[in-house]
């Protein structure tokens, strides 16, 4: 946990660092979920989320999921689930070498994913403060569908083909109960793993606000740092927040 920690923050100094005048996207990410308690041990999750891109005039990609978490002791739990997505694919335009002649052109297209995850996550308390780690494999599968691409070498179209990719996600997060208030702070940064290395880091600052133990409200500000392709098409993004989640 102490190795992942100290990763975590010296990811976080590199891409504070290399945050320069780049094109950034605005968007708005939304989030409803639900969890029951089974037992001791075992509880039972379900969420859909709704993001939106390009200042928030395109929808990015809706996604519905379940999930199931399993308490090995007290302060550790194994969590496993699954989720369907259905993601809008930007247009992609691309030259060859001498920045002249097209190369390939696919135009925008609705792609259907399906993903699986595992992961660990621990925390210890100090005080009011919450210190969490979450450790994460997940595993993407993004079906072909009728999509094509234009090869403009062969002057033909072509299939867009299936694709599987494997990311390991570390997530560090601190979180604060403030004594008699009821909007707690929250803040995390969260390191994308793929073949070939770090793709995308992701910033967040919040707040949740808990109504009778049973609902919980969160706001957030995200900051996307994309380093290349990653596993969601992703690009440097700011992001706004806004979920609810209710507890049985």
């Not at 997505?85 to 052109?105: H, Q």
């Not at 997940?138 to 990311?167: L, P």
């Not at 004594?179 to 940064?189: E, I």
């Amino acid at each position: 946990m102490v190795r992942s920690i100290i990763v975590l923050f010296l990811a976080s100094l590199t891409g504070i660092s290399q945050l320069k005048a780049q094109t950034t996207d605005f968007g708005m990410w939304y989030e409803v979920g639900a969890e029951k308690k089974l037992n001791s041990k075992w509880s039972l999750s379900g969420e859909s989320e709704l993001r939106t891109r390009n200042n928030t005039r395109t929808i990015d990609r809706w996604s519905v999921g379940l999930g199931a978490e399993y308490k090995i002791v007290k302060k550790l739990k194994l969590q496993l689930g699954y989720t369907f997505m259905n993601v809008n694919k930007e247009e992609e335009f691309d030259l060859k070498k001498d920045g002249l002649r097209p190369n390939k052109w696919t135009p925008s297209f609705w792609n259907m994913r399906q993903r699986l995850y595992v992961g660990l996550s621990g925390n210890i308390d100090w005080g009011r403060l919450n210190i969490s780690l979450r450790e994460r494999y997940q595993f993407t599968y993004r079906h072909a569908g009728n999509n094509k691409k234009y090869d403009f070498d062969n002057d033909e179209w072509k299939d867009v083909n299936s694709k599987t990719r494997h990311v390991f996600r570390s997530r560090l997060q601190l979180s604060y109960d403030i004594p008699h208030w009821k909007f707690d702070p929250f803040a995390n940064v969260e390191m994308f793993n793929g073949k070939g290395g770090i793709e995308k880091m992701r910033y967040q600052a919040g707040f949740e606000y808990k109504y009778k133990k049973q609902h919980a409200f969160t706001l957030t500000y995200r900051f996307q740092k994309v380093n290349g392709e990653d596993d969601d098409d992703d690009t440097n993004s700011h992001l706004i927040g806004l979920g609810y989640k209710y507890k049985f």
